[in-house]
């Protein structure tokens, strides 16, 4: 009965449960960065993004008194709030870290010669004295509310705009988009004119040209790093967009010959001669019919080669360097896991930055990938 013709097999349903835990093991992580990139640096602290819609009760951080000091009754007053945007309710309070829910909205704490500190349920507090308090250190406040949710572009805005030392990443964008859009383009048209030479011409040592191409695959670019740095020096080129994208172009070469060289050979022989048969060159069998025919194979390797340069760290750091003007996205988000690791709310914008861009180019260019990596797979 497992044979019959139209029952499915157990196989496919485990391989569609397979797809989709690594689908959501993807989209999950994705959308909860995207959601924790818009919210607050509270409500990242003390809730996770699935809750970013319900109302959260959670310890703020502690607010300093502050505000313009005027005279009633004979006393000096300082009024203010905790929320100025509003929205958010008290249930408990305290002036001590050891003691933050010492008192209930309404209560009134003793803060020693003769000064005392209200606060409401709103947030809203008086501070009075029956001396100025100009010159002195006014106390904290330790709340605890409930907030509704609440959502900002303020972080977009700090990390690309921010004049904060450390904080935009503005220029690590632009980097980062420099070097890896010449470092896409630049292997693609060496490695067609290769790929077409390797499909379609004949010449002495042509087998051992794909031989090698396909041993250079393995081969780690580690390996190549100093040596390469070593020859850039030499030649006078040393570290600089063009020192990167030659390495990038190197680097790409090996795959991109493979890929295209597998598509163009699958392409039908009768169009290729009797484009010879009409008098066409060769640069004009290439340039009109084969480049055409190949936009999937270019496609599919444009994805991973984009995807490789952007998200590069190692060579962008051997072949670029490591000052605030060279930095590419990666080097400048781990420079701010090192200055800003409690700012969550920033460093998710900044990863959620980095990712967009290949997110767009994947999604948009995606329906050639498989094309162009099964070429000439099958006959």
Do not use: C
Request: hydrophobic share 50%.
């Amino acid at each position: 009965m497992e044979s019959i013709a139209g029952r499915k097999s157990a196989l496919v349903w485990a391989v569609h449960i397979s797809v989709l835990a690594l689908v959501l093991l993807w989209v999950v992580p994705t959308f909860g960065l995207l959601v924790s990139s818009f919210r607050t640096g509270d409500q990242i602290a003390s809730s996770g993004w699935w809750s970013a819609l319900s109302t959260q009760e959670q310890s703020l951080s502690p607010i300093r008194v502050e505000g313009d000091e005027v005279q009633k009754d004979g006393a000096y007053v300082i009024e203010g709030t905790l929320f100025p945007r509003g929205a958010s309710t008290v249930s408990a309070w305290g002036t001590s870290s050891r003691a933050i829910d010492a008192y209930v909205p309404g209560d009134t704490a003793e803060l020693g010669d003769g000064q005392s500190l209200t606060l409401d349920d709103k947030g809203n507090y008086v501070l009075t004295s029956p001396t100025s308090l100009e010159g002195t250190r006014l106390p904290r406040i330790f709340a605890t509310a409930s907030q509704p949710p609440e959502f900002t572009l303020n972080n977009y805005q700090t990390v690309l705009f921010g004049q904060t030392t450390g904080t935009s990443i503005g220029r690590a964008f632009l980097n980062t988009a420099t070097v890896s859009i010449p470092a896409t383009i630049i292997p693609i048209l060496i490695a067609a004119f290769a790929a077409y030479a390797l499909a379609w011409m004949n010449f002495p040592g042509r087998a051992l040209l794909v031989a090698a191409v396909v041993g250079l695959l393995v081969v780690p670019l580690q390996l190549a790093l100093i040596p390469l740095l070593q020859f850039h020096n030499w030649i006078g080129i040393g570290k600089g967009y063009l020192g990167i994208w030659m390495a990038h172009t190197g680097f790409g070469l090996p795959l991109a010959i493979y890929l295209l060289r597998n598509y163009m050979v699958g392409l039908p022989r009768d169009i290729i001669e009797n484009a010879r048969v009409d008098g066409a060159t060769e640069f004009q069998i290439f340039t009109r019919i084969i480049l055409p025919l190949s936009f999937p194979a270019l496609a599919s390797f444009a994805i991973f080669q984009f995807l490789w340069t952007w998200n590069d760290l190692l060579v962008a750091l051997v072949f670029l360097g490591t000052g605030d003007s060279q930095l590419v996205l990666t080097a400048a988000l781990v420079n701010l896991l090192g200055s800003r690791g409690g700012d969550w709310e920033i460093l998710a914008a900044s990863a959620f930055v980095s990712i967009a861009v290949p997110l767009f180019v994947f999604f948009a260019m995606q329906k050639y990938l498989v094309r162009g990596l099964l070429a000439g797979s099958v006959k």
